[in-house]
């Protein structure tokens, strides 16, 4: 069964680091991802380098989509933003309220993600397809379940096309997730973002903060491999790749992988789930 799937990646900070991402992403393109998409730091910290690894993915044959986060940001610096990115002839972008960056005390013009996509249609039309995110298990900063499924749903009435989630381990939050949507009359497609486990210490910083659930099982499990990093990437690829074998069994639209500018973990689960073209002869 086919599936499309999409790769993330963030913008590197030194030129080794740019050349490393470059190999990364030559390895990755075997898996014909729909598209790449690229952060962007807090308060817009990476936006130049978001921009040029877009353009760079672009002219290695691949659609990339930037993320553009609004927080701390005027309509003037967004419009400028979507200017240059019209001029690269980009036509997907990722757009995000983001976070702003420490010490930083203004919020911008800017309040929510649906103001920010609003904004871009008021701008540009039908030019770019916009993505925006979802929390199955619910943003950490929402009032309640209910007040991130209007969120959610106000960004698709403000103009966006589809979702791309917050990473999870338990599919039933991204299903209840789906069904609450449809609830409310949003049917646009929500593709689940899938984290490779590569790093125990890592996936645990990134999940408390950004309020993803670590299962209690998969916590313990990853605690009793201690420094046994083999055992950890072997585990992790069980885990993700059984996860992904729920979602595809139930038809989900498609699979984010956030990469890590990694490309081992993400190319064994995809070889695993047989969605990789193959390259040779049956």
């Known amino acids: 069964m086919s599936l499309p799937i999409s790769l993330e990646f963030f913008p590197t900070k030194t030129p080794e680091g740019a050349e ?3 190999a990364v992403r030559q390895q990755l393109y075997a898996l014909k991802p729909e598209f790449c998409s690229v952060t962007f730091g807090a308060g817009g910290s990476t936006q130049e380098g978001t921009l040029q690894a877009v353009t760079e993915i672009m002219r290695e044959g691949c659609p990339a989509a930037p993320h553009l986060s609004c927080i701390g940001q005027s309509r003037e ?8 990115y019209r001029a690269a002839d980009i036509r997907r972008i990722v757009a995000l309220r983001g976070d702003l960056p420490s010490g ?4 911008g013009e800017f309040r929510y993600a649906s103001d920010l996509v609003a904004f871009v249609r008021a701008e540009t039309g039908d030019h770019f397809h916009i993505e925006v995110a979802a929390y199955p298990e619910t943003h950490p900063q929402a009032k ?26 338990n599919s039933d939050a991204y299903f209840r997730y789906v069904d609450d949507l449809h609830k409310l009359g949003v049917d646009v497609p929500v593709v689940p973002g899938i984290m490779p486990i590569t790093s ?15 299962p209690r099982w998969i916590r313990l499990r990853l605690q009793a491999f201690g420094d046994d990093t083999a055992s950890i990437k072997a585990f992790g690829l069980d885990v993700v790749t059984d996860l992904c074998d729920q979602l595809r069994n139930a038809g989900v639209p498609g699979l984010h992988f956030y990469t890590m500018n990694q490309s081992m973990a993400t190319m064994e689960i995809v070889r695993r789930l047989a ?5 040779e002869p049956n």
Do not use: H, W
């Open 275 to 279: 969605l990789a073209p193959s390259s």
């Open 144 to 169: 309640s379940p209910l007040a991130d499924l209007d969120a959610f749903a106000a960004k698709v009435k403000a103009g966006a096309n589809s979702g791309i989630t917050q990473y999870f381990f």
């Open 20 to 22: 490393k991402l470059r």
């Open 104 to 107: 930083y005390g203004v919020g």
């Open 200 to 214: 125990s210490t890592q996936l645990m910083r990134f999940s408390d903060a950004c309020g993803a659930e670590i």
């Open 77 to 84: 610096s967004i419009r400028e933003r979507l200017a240059a």
